[in-house]
C-alpha cells in the first residue's frame, strides 16, 4: 500500500499537480483525442525535426534526411494500425519500433552509400528527442506506471487507488540529458560513434535500474523488455569490442 501524505504539506500539493496532469484522453483543437495518440504523434514530430535540424548541420544527404523518417513513420503506422485493429489496449513499445524501422533503414543507407556514424549519431538524438516527448503520453496515461508510492498520481483506470512513482519522468529527464550529451560531444569533435555509444548505451543502461521501479517489474517479477534488450546490446558489444583487439 501507498502511504498517504498528509493535507496540506509539500507532497500533498505535488500529488494534486500529479492528479490535475494526467488523463487518458485530452482536448486538442475542440476535440477529445487518447493522449497515448497525441504524444505519439508528437514524439515523431519531435524526432523528425531534431533529425533534419541536425542532419542539414552535419551536411548528412539529402535522401536519406527524407528516407529515415518516411520508413519510421509507415512503420510505426502500420504497428498503430495493427494495435487499434487488434482490439487490445493501446500498447506501442517504443524499442520494437526502432528495431524494425533500423532493420529496413539502414540496409537501404548501405545501399545508397548513405551510412556512416555521422548519420546513425544524429538518428540517436533524434530518436532520444522523440522519446523524451513520448514519455510525456505515458506519464498522462499510466503505462509503465512505476511501483505504489507516497508522491505520484494516480490511475483509477488501472484498477487500484495506489499512488504511482512517476518514473516515466524520470525517463524522460535521462533522454533530455542523454540528447544533450551527444550534441556536447559532437561539437567537442568526438570521434563518430561515441555520441551513438554514449547516448543509447547509456539510455539502455539507466532504463534497465529505472525498470525496477516499475509496477510492471514488480508484479511479474521477470525482466521487462528493455532489460533483455540492454543485456543483448551489451552482450554484442562486448564481443565487437573483443573482436576488434584481436585483429
Known sequence: MSAVAPPGSLADRLNRRFDESIGLSMRVGGRLWFSWRVFSLAAFAVATVVWLAIGVNRGLPALALVLVPTVAFAIFSVQRWHILRSGRPAR???????????????????????????????????????????????????????????????????????????????????????????????????????????????????RSILDELRDERVRKGRLTEAQWLAIVVAVIATGLVAGSADR
Not at 103 to 127: F, K, Q
Not at 148 to 165: N, Q, S, T, V
Not at 182 to 195: E, F, K, S
Open 92 to 206: 506501442l513499445v517504443y524499442h520494437r519500433h526502432v528495431i524494425a524501422s533500423a532493420a529496413v533503414t539502414l540496409p537501404l543507407l548501405e545501399a545508397i552509400g548513405a551510412l556512416s556514424w555521422r548519420l546513425i549519431d544524429t538518428a540517436t538524438a533524434a530518436m532520444l528527442a522523440g522519446l523524451a516527448v513520448g514519455r510525456v503520453g505515458c506519464f498522462r496515461s499510466g503505462c509503465c506506471s512505476g511501483r505504489p508510492a507516497a508522491i505520484g498520481p494516480r490511475y483509477p483506470w488501472l484498477g487500484d487507488e495506489h499512488r504511482r512513482l512517476p518514473v516515466q519522468l524520470l525517463d524522460l529527464a535521462v533522454c533530455v540529458l542523454l540528447v544533450g550529451a551527444t550534441l556536447v560531444l559532437d561539437a567537442i569533435g568526438a570521434t563518430p560513434g561515441t555520441a551513438t555509444a554514449a547516448g543509447l548505451g547509456g539510455y539502455l543502461a539507466i
